[in-house]
């Protein structure tokens, strides 16, 4: 889990996630790279999170759905 952003939080479900020999989608397909290999699952880059352009790329490409984003501008 993440938050040191005022807009988003970006949470990985490790249980859930796949590992990035499996998947590593959300490695690949960031733009701007808020996801890094650690070990075999992907990892949160807390100082990229406020680049986030909310393209849910990350979403769309992790086949077990063990991401979610949460905008914290929305009550």
Do not use: H, W
Request: aromatic content about 4%; hydrophobic content about 40%.
């Amino acid at each position: 889990m993440s938050s040191p952003s005022e807009f988003i939080v970006v949470e990985v479900d490790m249980a859930a996630c796949a590992g990035l020999a499996r998947c590593g989608g959300c490695v690949r397909v960031c733009p701007v790279s808020i996801f890094q290999k650690s070990g075999d699952k992907p990892a949160v880059v807390e100082k990229n999170l406020d680049e986030c352009i909310l393209c849910e790329r990350c979403l769309q490409s992790c086949g077990p759905e063990a991401i979610t984003i949460r905008k914290l501008y929305e009550a």
